[in-house]
């Protein structure tokens, strides 16, 4: 069963390893706990996580983010992210959701699903009309995935699309 579980001390081990794991920076998606040890992902990143989703201790310039693990089954296969809402530059770049598919599970149809429940999450969160999204132009396939969950390019740069998915 393919579900999304918001980040918990109930499931640390399987989300330390991940984590631990996730890139620095993958398509965008950054991870500054990449290579964190176990003390410290229980010590600081765990805890960063959940007081961001309460808003608590954000960093100049954050908004609140919930960090969310996209499970099948009992195995962690993704990490989706949604902001709450967008400040200047969120409008202007990441936008409200960011995720991160682990390598061998991509071309599955894994982002596709994912990216639909969190969809069905954010619609309860977000005050915007529209959900933000950003994608790089060479990742086609996490295009595809944002297109086939009803969003549009709604401008482009050199690098990047700007994605809108209606509520």
Same mark, same amino acid.
């Given at each position: 069963?393919?579900?999304?579980?918001?980040?918990?001390?109930?499931?640390?081990?399987?989300?330390?390893?991940?984590?631990?794991?996730?890139?620095?920076?993958?398509?965008?998606?950054?991870?500054?706990?990449?290579?964190?040890?176990?003390?410290?992902?229980?010590?600081?990143?765990?805890?960063?996580?959940?007081?961001?989703?309460?808003?608590?201790?954000?960093?100049?310039?954050?908004?609140?983010?919930?960090?969310?693990?996209?499970?099948?089954?009992?195995?962690?296969?993704?990490?989706?992210?949604?902001?709450?809402?967008?400040?200047?530059?969120?409008?202007?770049?990441?936008? &409200?959701? /960011?995720?991160? =598919? $682990?390598? +061998?599970?991509?071309? %599955?149809?894994?982002?596709?699903?994912?990216?639909?429940?969190?969809?069905?999450?954010?619609?309860?969160?977000?005050?915007?009309?529209?959900?933000?999204?950003?994608?790089?132009?060479?990742?086609?396939?996490?295009?595809?995935?944002?297109? &086939?969950? /009803?969003?549009? =390019? $709604?401008? +482009?740069?050199?690098? %990047?699309?700007?994605?809108?998915?209606?509520?």
């Amino acid at each position: 069963m393919l579900y999304l579980k918001k980040v918990n001390y109930e499931d640390i081990e399987k989300e330390y390893l991940f984590v631990r794991d996730m890139p620095v920076d993958e398509n965008g998606l950054t991870n500054p706990y990449h290579g964190v040890s176990r003390e410290e992902f229980e010590s600081k990143a765990l805890p960063e996580m959940i007081a961001f989703q309460k808003g608590e201790n954000l960093p100049e310039g954050y908004v609140p983010e919930t960090f969310l693990f996209f499970w099948n089954d009992d195995v962690i296969i993704g990490q989706f992210r949604i902001r709450h809402y967008l400040c200047e530059s969120l409008r202007t770049g990441a936008g &409200h959701i /960011g995720y991160f =598919i $682990k390598k +061998e599970f991509r071309g %599955k149809g894994f982002g596709k699903e994912g990216l639909r429940q969190m969809l069905q999450i954010a619609r309860e969160i977000i005050p915007e009309e529209e959900i933000y999204l950003r994608v790089n132009k060479d990742n086609p396939a996490s295009l595809q995935v944002m297109l &086939h969950n /009803g969003g549009y =390019i $709604k401008y +482009e740069d050199k690098d %990047k699309f700007y994605v809108r998915i209606k509520k």
